[in-house]
Structure formats: structure tokens, C-alpha cells
């Protein structure tokens, strides 16, 4: 079925991506829709992370002083992909203050955060 | 090459990140006349550098790449500064010009604008951004960064209760588009091991960077990933079924916010979409790519009957121009989806030819609600008496959206459904619902100007004042301008598709023209 | 020829998953968050494992820490209960 | 009857969504398989030998946020800047401090005496953020949390005693804003003025593009150019930016 036992973490994220789609698609309540987007975020960090690690006994992307960079590039994990998760955190926090912002404003307005009962508008 | 001119695009995406808290700065030390006066004069300048950099790339030196930091490729960000996204990004600049005119009188009556003119400068560097770039994961800080400001300015009042209803909704939707393209950003990586989106056309034709290596998984994957970007875009571009939020966010908008939300956020997602399908997943050689391309044909049916049929049904004007907006893009989708080099550039011009007719009419719109105070079709009733002027642009505008000849939009109307006739192949047959559409979207336009020509003269609240007449006036006069010269247009659009569609064109440009040994 | 770490990370990350489903499913909006907060800590821990300290950190700091305090402020002043 | 159908359905979607995304992970390499870009910047940004491709930074993350890939991280600085904004567009008019006495003096002493230490490491995770993990929005969600547990456990009274205001945090925002921006405008002036090829927020100088910041501060442990101001930029903004908004958010329900 799967060409190494590797996969797995790929699966479980993968598990764990839909469900936070389908809570931000069909949950009713927009406190759970902006948790399951926050969610949403964490796995997919998790799978950037488990693409650039590696086996073995690997060492974090800091050069230790005095080493060989050619040795430090052959056995340090990858840091594009840290990168890519440090940025994501970020505008995560930023979508999490928005969208906390314009739920709190909703709630003044209508007295309840539930899609189904917020009808002023009709897509 | 002149240093101006090599760095005028980056220059005024600059300028729009200081002009984000110089904003907020005078506006807490000196009072909005401080903050209007040096917003305007920095989006007069962005309209300075955006032409300087049109002339460039058209008539001095050409299509070139930025390093940014003064990185090539692989390493770094490259800013392509070529064909397809110069125009855009001009176009981008004057709208933005003309809203900020525009709302020096529309905002009179609301305190603390110091965070409308801030979030507006973020919006633009974020449209300059996704034009430009030529990286997959810029392209999700950018679209994140546009999305947001966005999101916030449609509830910019937030005591009007609809309005945070819109903005909410709206934002939901939009960040969760943005999250699913980044698990796509997160494939892409896993799959080519870079992030540039020449890399990835590059690597599916066979080639090895010297950067990054080859391909790491098998190509039978890509349909999936490319499903999930035409997903996340189609969210934010607003096509059938992902539309809903449409309607309510640009109706609710203050009108200076619509004309923008309408004329050139939804369009510059869908170019985007363009230049990844086009150029990253070398849509019209690779099978994978051209998944999406079939995608953006049967989603851009979808949303031109769909849109074109609800307008029928309206009785806010700004809920009808937004409808309008969904038919529109839906052309566009179908354009850009046949694939061939006709229908690219059919879809370009659709693209600036609608963004100027869609403010211009959203800008009109809020005239008209301030005048009446009210958004009913109805009370519209006798206004061109009232106010004859501006009933005259509203004219102009309104038949310029229904492509009546020669203003502007007929003629790339006129380009799609060429395009759509020579595709060959069952392409030809998508005409009959394009043409159903059309003729929907002009009855509904035309009820909408017999109102206002109908009826007595009318008392209004307040008059247009002349900084409101002359942004709109700059706007109608681009569009019949433009219609009046349909052979420098078509000349436009044929070398921006000859940039978009000329994959290996694409490549040469960003990948191998730096030319300094790999360490 | 699983490593002892796969197995870790692999146990790690189903727990990750039971928790985002429960916090779909639960009707409590606090109890969602305390999980959310208990999901960021398995994930912080997953990527100190996986030798990525300085995200680590930033997960810590924003992701469990001051994002749970942001959602407990926003709740304050919403309903506690989902309907 | 309603609900036993919505789940089965939301099953039904979990599992389609789930299978699609596991059929397109099938051909991807398993875990532990580090990409040759990356092995590029490792082997790369603390290498004296060829410093036309160097960051100067020990730490490859440090080096790739704001060297290889700065454009990036400035634009996602703006997106937190825009998170800010979202607090203080819609509950800005409400926050007025208002100093509260009754503080005994030992707990005003001790608390500033954690306030200075966690001050203090805040600072640290910045600046040595070139040789060990951390970096600016580490530091500043650091220093955020001591201005946040002085809000908690003391009551916001406390704050204006530290000198410290809405208005103030703003300005403060906007002063490491401006020292971002102006180090990444910077080079683009030197390349209008001088002619010669420089672009945004480029660090050292490239045998292509002969701008650079100097590499060394004084003494040999510290380096990487333009990282380090620049880092402490960030972390001011992202410390006061959280400061803002937590202040903003948790003064009005008081008062209501």
C-alpha cells in the first residue's frame, strides 16, 4: 500500500486538514468556524515540518561553531520549511485577531454568533 | 538600465508600506486633512512609477526580473516585471488614485478615517505583490495581506449591523481560502522542492536546477493540488458555487471600498490563478495543468448563468452591479479556460476593461445612495433630472458594461466569443450559454437606466461635489478612450498572452537570465 | 525498519487528530479552546522532537499561549455554548 | 433525524477529503528526506568561503527570515500590523487609563522586578537570535506576555505607572515599523543616488549587487548585517502590537 511506513504522519495530517475543512464549511457556530481555520493552520505547519526533517542523527539548522558547513549541510534538518511554518504562525495570530475582532462586533449586533440565525443578508 | 526605472515598480510598493503608519502616525498627531493630503499625493506618485514602469517594459528594455534582497530565483523572490502584470498594475494605481479622490468628500460625515487610508495602502502593495511575484508562497503572504485589509474595510462602519454581517462572512470565507492554498503551498514544496513558480514548469518538462535538484514524487499527484489552488481562487475570486459572499461584501462596503472590492480585488485573484496555471503548472502542454483549465471552463459557465440570472431579480442597485461582477468574472474564467492565445487575451482585456467599468458604476452607485438615501431601485426613480450629470456618466457606464459599441467592453466581449467560436471542439458550443448571459445581464442593466430616465423631478439630499464628479469623470473618459482605440488594446492584450501563454519564454527570462555560477 | 522517533511523532500526531475531532464535535465553546490550547502543546512538542527549536518557541509563545488567552478574551463577551 | 443525517454526511466529507489528499501523498517521498534547497542554505549561510551567497547568520531560519527570503517576512510583518489595526479599528474610543492606587509597595517593586526579567530575556531571545533559536516576534510575544500578566494579575491600573498607554504603545509600534521600512529602503536609495545595482532589502554585499551592510558590530560573535536592528524592530512592533490589543480588548467589558 505504501512504498515506506514513512507515510503515516502524511495520512494523519492529512486526516486532520479535512476535518478542520469541513468544521469551517458546515459548522454552524463562528467561533468554531475561526477555531477549526486556526486548526487548520497547525497541520498543515506539521506537514511542511515533516517533509524537511530527517533521519538519523540529525542536528537542528544552527551551525555549531567550528564545523564544516559541507558536514553541517549533510546532516542538519531543513530550514526553508521551518521558515515557511515561522511566517505562517504569524498571519495566523493576525487571521485569529480579525476575525475575533468581527465576531465580538457581530455578537453586539445580533445577540448570537449562530450562521443559521444571522439572516439580515441573503447571499 | 536607468536605476529609476529598474526599481519604479518596487518604489511604489514601497511607498505603500510607509504610507501604511505614516497614516496612523498623522492621524494621531495631526488630524485627517494631514492624513488625505499625503495619502493623495503617495498614490499620485504610485501612478507616477507605474507608468514610468510601463513605459519601460514596453518601449526602452522589456520584460525583466528584481531579485529581491538580490537573490536569484530559487534562493530568493523574483518580481517579474513583464507584460502581463505591468498594465495590471497600472491599472491598479489609477483606480486606487481615483478612489482616494473620491473619498475625501464620500467619507466626510464618518470620524477617524487614519485606518481606512492605512488599510487601503496595504491593500494595494498586496495587488502589486501578487502581480509581480513569481513565488508560491509570496502569493499567500500577499493574498493574505490584501485579504485582510479587505476584510476589514467592508465593515469600515461597523455601526450599520449588515456590514459586519457581510465582513464577517466575507472573512470566513476568504481566510479559509487562503488557508487551503497554503496545504497546497505545502504539497507544492513536498512535490518540486521549490517555491518558484518558473521551477515548477520548468521541472515538469524534464529540467534539473542546479538549486534545487529535480522533481521528488511522482507528477500523477499534480491534479490534485492543482484542484485545491483552482478551490482556494475560486473562493476568492467569487465563481459559482463559492459566490455567495459576493454579493453581500460589495454591496455592504462604503462605495469608495466597492469600486475596488469589485473592479480589481476579484480580477487580480483570478490573474493570479492565471500566471500559476499558465506558467507554474504548464497548463497548455502538461495534463496535470490542464485540469484546471477544464475547471475554469465548466465553474466560468456556471457562474456567467447564474449571475446573469439573479440580476434579473434585484431590486438594490448595489447588489445588481455586484452580480454583474460574478457574470463578468465568469467570462473571464471561460477565456482564460479555453486555452488558446485568442481567448488569453480576450480575458486580459476583460479584465482592465471591466475593472474601469465596475468602479466607475460602483462610484456612480454611491452618489446615488447619498443623494436619495436610500439603495432601492425604485427610489431612483426621476434622478436624472435631479441630477443630470451624473446620470449622463451612469449612462455611459451602464452601456458600456453591456458592450455596446464602440466603448471598451464590447470589444473584448466581442474577443470571447470569438475566442470561444475558434477553440474548436465542444468549446464552440459554450457560446449559447455566453450569449444567454449576455442578453440577461443587458435587460437587467437597461430596467435599471429606465428608472432612472423615468418619472418627475425629484428633491435630492445633497449634490455630487466636484472632486466625486472629476474621479468619476477620469474613469468614464478611460473607458470611452479606450473603446475609441481598439487596435492599441488588442496590441496590449496579444503581448500580455504572448508573456502569459509562452511558458518557455516564462522560464528563460526568470531562471536563466542570471548568469553567475551556482556556488 | 520503523525508527523509535516515527513511532513517537506517528502516536503524537493521531492524538492531534482525536483532539481536532473532539473539538469539532464538542458543544462547549471553552472546552474547545482548552483543547485547541492542549492540541498547540502536542504540536510544540511534536516539532521540538522533530529538531525545530525556533518554532518551538514561536508555538509556545503565540500559538498555545497568547492565542488561548486571545480566545478566552473574545469568549468573555460571546456565549459560552454552541447551539 | 435532521442531525443523524448532517453527521453521516460530515463523515462522508471527512473521509472523501482525507482519501483525495492521501492518494496525492502516495508518490511523495516518506519522512525524513531533507530537499536540496535546503542543503543549499545550510551549507551556505555561515560559509566564509564564498560569502557572494552567504547571510552571515549561524542560524540558517534567522538568515532565510531576513536575509535570502527578508521580502517575505517584511509583507507577513504588515499582515500582524493589519491584525492590530482589526483590534483598534473596532474598539479604539474606549480605551481611557486611569491610574488606580492602593498598590502596596512591595507588590509594585516586585512586579517590576519580573517585569524587568522577563524584559530582559526578551531582549536576549532577539538579539541572540542569530546564534541560537529565537528571533523578533519571539522576543516581542515574549515581552507582550510581561506587559499581559501585569494586565491580568495586577489590573490594568498598573500600567500608566510603567508609562505605558494605548497611544504611546502605538507610537512605539510605529518607531520600529519605521526603522524596517527604512532599512529596506535604504539599499533602492543607494541604487537611485549611486547608479549602481543594489535591491530591496539586500544585506551583504554580492559580487552581482555591490551594496552591504557592515557584517561585524564591534565584536566577532555578533554579525549578520542588517538581522540584528532589524530584529529589534520587530520585536518592538510585535510586543506593543499584542500589548494593544489586549489592552483594548480586555478595557471595554470592564467598564460595560
Not at chain 2, 500559476?276 to 483549465?293: M, Q, R
Not at chain 2, 445581464?441 to 472632486?467: D, F, T
Request: hydrophobic content about 55%.
Amino acid at each position: 500500500m505504501f512504498s515506506t511506513v514513512g507515510q503515516l504522519p502524511y495520512v494523519l495530517v492529512a486526516i486532520m486538514a479535512s476535518i478542520c475543512i469541513y468544521a469551517a464549511l458546515f459548522k454552524s457556530n463562528l467561533f468554531k468556524k475561526m477555531l477549526a481555520i486556526f486548526l487548520m493552520t497547525d497541520a498543515v505547519n506539521l506537514l511542511f515540518i515533516i517533509q524537511g526533517y530527517r533521519l538519523g542523527n540529525a542536528i537542528p539548522p544552527i551551525i555549531p561553531p567550528g564545523m564544516d558547513p559541507s558536514e553541517f549541510a549533510s546532516i542538519a534538518v531543513d530550514p526553508l520549511a521551518h521558515y515557511f511554518v515561522v511566517t505562517a504562525v504569524v498571519i495566523g495570530l493576525a487571521e485569529v485577531a480579525t476575525l475575533t475582532a468581527l465576531i465580538i462586533y457581530t455578537y453586539k449586533h445580533y445577540g448570537t454568533i449562530e450562521t443559521k440565525k444571522i439572516k439580515e443578508l441573503r447571499g | 538600465m536607468n536605476p529609476l526605472l529598474f526599481q519604479a515598480p518596487i518604489l511604489a510598493m514601497l511607498l505603500c508600506l510607509l504610507g501604511s503608519f505614516l497614516c496612523v502616525l498623522l492621524g494621531m498627531i495631526m488630524g485627517r486633512r494631514a492624513v488625505e493630503l499625503l495619502s493623495g499625493a503617495m498614490t499620485a506618485t504610485t501612478v507616477l512609477l507605474s507608468s514610468l514602469a510601463l513605459i519601460n517594459v514596453y518601449l526602452l528594455e522589456g520584460p525583466y526580473v528584481y531579485y529581491m534582497g538580490g537573490w536569484p530565483p530559487p534562493v530568493g523572490i523574483p518580481y517579474v516585471i513583464d507584460r502581463f502584470s505591468v498594465p495590471l498594475s497600472l491599472v491598479v494605481s489609477v483606480i486606487f488614485f481615483a478612489t482616494m479622490v473620491y473619498s475625501v468628500r464620500y467619507l466626510e460625515k464618518d470620524r477617524d478615517v487614519k485606518w481606512y487610508y492605512s488599510l487601503r495602502f496595504l491593500m494595494q502593495a498586496g495587488m502589486y505583490g501578487l502581480l509581480f511575484t513569481g513565488d508560491m508562497f509570496h502569493i499567500f503572504v500577499m493574498l493574505e495581506l490584501m485579504g485582510l485589509s479587505a476584510i476589514l474595510l467592508v465593515p469600515f462602519r461597523k455601526e450599520v449591523k449588515a456590514a459586519v454581517e457581510a465582513g464577517i462572512k466575507y472573512g470566513i470565507y476568504d481566510i479559509l481560502a487562503i488557508s487551503i492554498y497554503y496545504l497546497s503551498t505545502a504539497m507544492i514544496f513536498g512535490m518540486f522542492g521549490s517555491m518558484t513558480i518558473a521551477e515548477i514548469s520548468a521541472k515538469l518538462g524534464g529540467y534539473v536546477s542546479p538549486f534545487s535538484g529535480g522533481m521528488f514524487a511522482d507528477p500523477s499527484a499534480l491534479p490534485v493540488i492543482v484542484a485545491l489552488v483552482v478551490w482556494s481562487f475560486a473562493i476568492g475570486a467569487a465563481i459559482v458555487p463559492q459566490h455567495f459572499w459576493l454579493p453581500d461584501a460589495h454591496s455592504m462596503a462604503p462605495s469608495s471600498i466597492s469600486a475596488i472590492l469589485s473592479g480589481l480585488l476579484v480580477q487580480v485573484n483570478i490573474a493570479v490563478l492565471a500566471r500559476i496555471l499558465y506558467d507554474g503548472f504548464a497548463a497548455g502542454s502538461h495534463p496535470g495543468g490542464a485540469v484546471g483549465l477544464q475547471l475554469l471552463v465548466i465553474l466560468g459557465v456556471a457562474s456567467s448563468l447564474v449571475g446573469a440570472s439573479f440580476m434579473l431579480v434585484q431590486s438594490d442597485i448595489k447588489r445588481l452591479i455586484a452580480y454583474s461582477t460574478i457574470t463578468n468574472l465568469g467570462f473571464i474564467a471561460i477565456g482564460l479556460g479555453v486555452g488558446t492565445s485568442l481567448g488569453v487575451s480576450a480575458a486580459y482585456l476583460h479584465i482592465v476593461n471591466h475593472a474601469f467599468v465596475k468602479a466607475s458604476l460602483f462610484m456612480i452607485a454611491g452618489v446615488f445612495i447619498h443623494a436619495t438615501g436610500s439603495r432601492e431601485i425604485g427610489a431612483l426613480r426621476g434622478i436624472s433630472k435631479a441630477l443630470p450629470g451624473t446620470s449622463l456618466l451612469y449612462t455611459i457606464g451602464t452601456l458600456a458594461a453591456i458592450g455596446f459599441p464602440p466603448l471598451s467592453m464590447f470589444w473584448s466581449k466581442l474577443l470571447l466569443l470569438l475566442s470561444v467560436l475558434s477553440a474548436g471542439g465542444a468549446y464552440q458550443y459554450l457560446v449559447l450559454p455566453m450569449v444567454v448571459s449576455i442578453v440577461f445581464e443587458s435587460i437587467a442593466q437597461i430596467r435599471l437606466l429606465a428608472v432612472i430616465y423615468s418619472g418627475e423631478k425629484r428633491e435630492v439630499n445633497c449634490h455630487p461635489s466636484l472632486p466625486v464628479i472629476l474621479s468619476i469623470g477620469i474613469m468614464i473618459s478611460i473607458i470611452v478612450v479606450t473603446g475609441l482605440m481598439p487596435g492599441l488594446l488588442l496590441e496590449f492584450g496579444h503581448l500580455a498572452a504572448d508573456d502569459l501563454v509562452n511558458v518557455s519564454g516564462y522560464v528563460d527570462l526568470v531562471l536563466k537570465s542570471f548568469n553567475y555560477p551556482a556556488p | 525498519m520503523i525508527e523509535m522517533i516515527e513511532l513517537i511523532i506517528d502516536l503524537l500526531l493521531a492524538f492531534c487528530v482525536v483532539l481536532t475531532a473532539a473539538i469539532v464535535y464538542t458543544k462547549d465553546l471553552l472546552l474547545a479552546i482548552v483543547l485547541s490550547g492542549a492540541e498547540g502543546v502536542l504540536v510544540a512538542t511534536v516539532f521540538y522532537l522533530l529538531l525545530a527549536p525556533d518554532i518551538a518557541l514561536v508555538q509556545v509563545a503565540a500559538g498555545v499561549g497568547i492565542s488561548t488567552a486571545f480566545f478566552i478574551v473574545g469568549l468573555r463577551k460571546i456565549g459560552r455554548r454552541e447551539e | 433525524m435532521k442531525d443523524w443525517r448532517a453527521s453521516i454526511l460530515g463523515v462522508f466529507f471527512i473521509v472523501l477529503m482525507s482519501s483525495i489528499l492521501t492518494y496525492a501523498f502516495l508518490g511523495y517521498p516518506g519522512i525524513g528526506f531533507v530537499r536540496p534547497l535546503g542543503e543549499f542554505y545550510l551549507f551556505n549561510t555561515y560559509n566564509f568561503e564564498n560569502q557572494s551567497w552567504w547571510s552571515a547568520s549561524p542560524n540558517a531560519v534567522t538568515g532565510l527570515l531576513w536575509d535570502y527570503r527578508g521580502y517575505d517576512t517584511l509583507y507577513e510583518t504588515m499582515v500582524f500590523y493589519v491584525g492590530i489595526a482589526a483590534v483598534a479599528m473596532f474598539f479604539e474610543g474606549h480605551a481611557k487609563l486611569r491610574k488606580t492606587g492602593g498598590m502596596t509597595v512591595i507588590v509594585r517593586s516586585s512586579a517590576r522586578l519580573i517585569f524587568v526579567f522577563i524584559i530582559t530575556s526578551a531582549f536576549a531571545i532577539t538579539i541572540f537570535s542569530i546564534k541560537t533559536p529565537g528571533g523578533g516576534f519571539q522576543g516581542g510575544s515574549i515581552m507582550a506576555i510581561a506587559y499581559i500578566a501585569i494586565i491580568v494579575s495586577l489590573s490594568r491600573g498598573f500600567l500608566p505607572e510603567m508609562d505605558l498607554d494605548v497611544e504611546k504603545a502605538h507610537l512605539a509600534k510605529i518607531a520600529g515599523l519605521a526603522l524596517i521600512a527604512g532599512l529596506t529602503i535604504v539599499p533602492v536609495v543607494y541604487s537611485l543616488a549611486s547608479g549602481s545595482a543594489a535591491y530591496a532589502l539586500q544585506n551583504l554585499p554580492k559580487a552581482w549587487a555591490p551594496f552591504g551592510y557592515p557584517t561585524f558590530l564591534g565584536f566577532a560573535s555578533l554579525s549578520g548585517g542588517l538581522i540584528i536592528p532589524i530584529q529589534l524592530g520587530e520585536m518592538i512592533h510585535v510586543g506593543m502590537g499584542f500589548t494593544i490589543m489586549f489592552l483594548l480588548l480586555t478595557l471595554k467589558d470592564k467598564e460595560d
